[in-house]
């Protein structure tokens, strides 16, 4: 190995997505960190060979017309300032909709956050031409719908269709205020998208759920350093440390 790769330091950042950025897709969204991170002169590692690529990865894609406030990448340095120095930097040259939050040096021989992805927190708003006429009677139907003990469904993937249970993914769902409150399973084994758990819900009331019922932003992202056993959640910045 050269002395780049054995000494770059990997970084874990954290942004959050608000405004018209919602309606910009994920591969565009890497494209525009590439640029972004030129644009501020972060001393960032490039691949090796014919096309040379920043060493970028991302924790968990986020679907088109969604919001966050807990959006992860990774990226690889040779060399870097304070957290609170890159941070304002990056910031500089972001358009508006997105903000970087945190900026963490990682252990050597830490996971990437692609990897580690286990759950997430995401708040559902309901648009205005779809709030419930009588809420209260939404809140009892939906706690009746999230304390049975199944919930079953058809789930359709790319590679057909299976049947699936959602309990034992759906970790948290609770009504906050008028807006409801998710936190579910996410990653490459078992990623629940929270319009599933509404589209179950509306079918269980015997009602298709409109298109654009709600605005959902994600919150948070974790990785789950318990077992089998016991699930413990941690959000994917503490892994890292501020630069000082």
Known sequence: RCLEEVF???????????????????????????????????????????SPHQKISFAAPLGVG??????YMDIEVHTSKPSQEMIKALNAVMAEGIEIISYKLLPENSKNAM???????????????????????????????????????????????????????????????????LCISTGSSDNIKPELVMETYYHYIG????????????????????NNEERKLVPLESFGKDIV
């Open 115 to 181: 990897s580690l992805v286990a759950a997430a927190d995401y708040m559902l708003q309901f648009c205005e031409t779809y709030k419930p006429e009588d809420f209260k009677s939404f809140q009892q139907t939906f706690l009746e719908f999230i304390n049975q003990p199944e919930l079953r469904i058809i789930k359709k993937t790319k590679k057909g269709e299976h049947a699936l249970d959602l309990k034992p993914l759906l970790y948290t769902a609770k009504i906050q205020g008028e807006n409801i409150f």
């Open 207 to 226: 009602q298709v759920m409109p298109k654009f019922a709600f605005q959902v932003t994600r919150l948070e992202v974790y990785a789950n350093m318990g």
């Open 8 to 50: 770059a330091m990997r970084i874990r950042i954290k942004f959050s997505k608000h405004g018209n950025m919602k309606f910009i897709g994920h591969l565009d969204i890497m494209r525009y960190f590439q640029k972004a991170i030129r644009r501020a002169e972060i001393d960032i590692v490039y691949s090796e060979g014919f």
């Open 66 to 71: 969604l919001l966050s406030e807990g959006e």
